[in-house]
């Protein structure tokens, strides 16, 4: 019997975090304080509650949002309200304290964030902070996807597709159609980062893949024999001189992810496909200028997908470069008429759910999400993301279980947010949106179009 | 034209502070006090941060052993002045920017605008203490300048008193097609804020505001409170898509008939009122279940065309044929094939709702990343219908992220008529942005809330006035710039033909510059 048609759904559910987030926000009490408690009457959120001698006890920090009402009310102006340091040094230029706090919710509760008040950020940026998507309005329906009164699909096929179909004389189909993997959101998990690799964090990554139906690549090297049960959900990422070795995994995954070198792809891709002819092979390389010419080699000589890296500390120098990065490539395979035939993942820079639409929007079909899973365990992004030994926060405490909530919550948070963006213009797949720039809205266009080119 | 201005009344400006005893201060005096001589040179040199030579010395000890002098009611103005730190002898002196002013605000509202708001609400005047006219987000408005600005300095009072009154108004109807004339003394009314996003109190403040400046204030999606059919006059319907509220009666009553075809906060989705907000109040009028989130639908399902569009306005017409119709979009790609749909649709205002705009409570996703800004917008849209000859047949709005009276004008000179204020009329009444409108009992400042015990901050008496003040501040400010560039009135400020900047430079008139 043909199983019943089942609706894709993220189980989120409550998962706190192993270690806070340092509060935002500093309330100091100065010794003037007299205790008529008016602040307590003016807190909605119990900063300020009474001890049990009767007296206001320190503020609770992390419940304060901001809101001042005990600093109007105070009659004595004894309290302060102040940003927290320790907050402000979160994270790097690029993943802002705003950003990993965003993340942090994501990943606590699985809910889009909402909140009231207009955008409170700069006008524009660069990289993804310089797009707009645009909306329907009037001559167009938009879909209602998030409160699932219609239906947007967020699948996306991994693998390579035909051009055209051939058939014979009889009417039979003669074309040999390429296997492709149908993975039910665009988002896969990119290799934890070599300094934070360890089997817990490797096996929460594996179960949230599992459970979400997606894929995480971890390195080859680095499989454990607890692994073995997700394999269907894994990408191992090999080294071209090390297929012969690694022989077991090619055979048992579904896609094999080789870094790009400078050997004969052509003679990899064999090696691989005689151990395992129905696995895709993906080739993953670091952006570069040569990356389109790099991917359109690929697409000739019969690779599945291509996983186009762009390194975060690239982005974080340069914001522009993952936008960069991501268009020339697209466009360089349309120009040559071989992006169809293709998949193209993009990786790099992804640290907010609207990252992910805007990847797809400037030209991949998916992303691999990195150091964000990170932060939802707690990754501070202290040092470029790059440090080994003192990491405060050691992800590798973190509970598997717990561990692999977190990550499902924020994806579950990233794919409703997608749904709200696809709702908002009017798409029913998210496959429909791949490089469909004419429905983004680029600050360099919009700034030239209206207050004329640069001099 | 200054005979119809002659005839409007302009409120009277009353002082109206802060109902708190304690006050967010942009400065702080840090007096060093091993070092102090108590010898009250300060206090003496000092033209208004401690006011008289009676030092309060009720200063108190932080933990790291500096005193802190007491001021609470008493501005220092900064680091400009600096007077007491350099004739102190013994240099136990600093002034700096306090931490809560630091934490205040974000880019597009900082801490200086949200003062700045607050001080215009309170006293109707305005002061260099504070930056008033920009933001910091480092685009749109904020990089836009008046000529006049380029070398001059900040705006303040003193420089605005013998300025006399300009030409600001403006009429809402240039259809010339039988119905209502309607002119506004002020190129701005109030924008659409429901019943449930924010209280009784504040939609009641609003409306009185509005009456006293004959202008405008909206009643946003959540249907028309009973309270409010004493402002009838000034109060705009909004049949927005979920209907909460609505009713031929509603729509009967208004002058002015909004619909709210998108949300420049939202824009692609509906508007959103989570459950914590749907008290038994808010339900009834909105004829729903308590405590349950409302989502509205999005987007109209009777509207997926210009022809159905103008059957949609036919419709509002046909139930009020003495109302105009105002249509609001946000900013898509094509948002000059929207303005010109409904230009043939028959509306008689469009505003054009940016992507910046406010909320109640909205995905942050849409906030940020969905439609483009206003800025770009209203050229676009101008330019679009100057070109279609139509530009002079309809009055266009601009909203979503319009936060003083130079952005005002700046949006004037950009191609629009008027602007659509809301966030700023919430900030009049004491809002300082913290975000938290959306859950839980809403706003702790009983502003975006209708809990009962919260919404009580807010006296109505109170609130009209503060933003009775705003706008005379406003009109001044306007009228400052209009004599700057040496025009009579504000209608001259908008362009006649297409607006082009060539090198951030604005062709036409040479009034505003981008910088780069």
Redesign the interface.
Known sequence: MKVAYERYHIAVKEAPPRVKLPPK?MVTR???CTNVQECMQ????GVHEAGKDGKIAEPIHDLC?????C?????????????NPEFEKLGNSYFSPDMIK?IYFEAETGR?????????????GEGFDG????????????R?G??G?EYISTSVDLGRRLQSLKFDQKHELVSNVPRTVEIPIPMIFDAPLSCRTGPNLQLALAKAASELKTFAILDAREYSSELTRYTASLIPRIKPDEIDSFENLVRMSQIVEVELSDGDVEDQLRNIKAINPSTLVCFYFPYDDEAPERADTIVKTGGDIVHLHVEDDAVERDPDVIKNAIRSVHSYLVEKRTRDSITLISSGGIG???HVP?SIILGANAVAVGIAYQIALGCRVCHGGKHSEDCPINVEDEDVELAAQRITNMIGAWRD?LL??L????LREVRRQTGEV??A?F?ED?EA????E?? | MMQAELLFRTPETRPMPSPYPGSIEKYEVIIDRPKCSMCGICAEVCPSCIGSSTIDYEAYQKPDGYLRLAVPKISCTGLSCKRCVDKCPTNAISVKLSPQYVALGDLRWTGDLILSTWEQAETGRISRRYESRVGNSGGGFDKLRFDFELDGEGICQDGLLDVEDRDTSLALNKRRDGRPEIRIPIPVYGADMSFGSVSLNVMLARAKAAEAWDTFTSTGEGGYPDELIQYMDHVITQVATGHFGVTAETIKRARIIVLKYAQGAKPGLGGHLLADKVTPDVAKIREVVPNISLFSPFPFHNVYSVEDHYRHVQLMEDINPKALISVKVSTPTDVDMVAIGSYYAGAHILQIDGGFGGTGAAPDIAKKNIAMPVEYAIPIVHNYLVKEGVRDEITIMASGGIRTAFDVAKAIALGADGAVIGTTELVALGCKRCENCERGKGCPAGIATTDPALMYFIDMGWGSQRIINLYSSWKKQWSYILHKLGLKSIRELRPRCEVEFRGGRFNHMAHLDHLR
């Open positions: 926000f100065y010794n003037n003016a807190c909605v959120y949002r901001g809101c001042y009402m600093v109007l009310k105070c009659p004595k102006s004894a309290i302060s309200i102040g940003m965003t889009v964030p909402v909140s009231g008040a207009g955008y409170t950020g700069p006008f524009a797009i707009w998507f645009d909306f329907s309005e009037i001559v167009r329906p938009t209602d998030i409160h009164r907010e759910a609207a805007k947010q709200e963006v709702g908002g213009m009017g004419g429905r809205m600050h919009l179009k209206v207050f004329g640069k001099e």
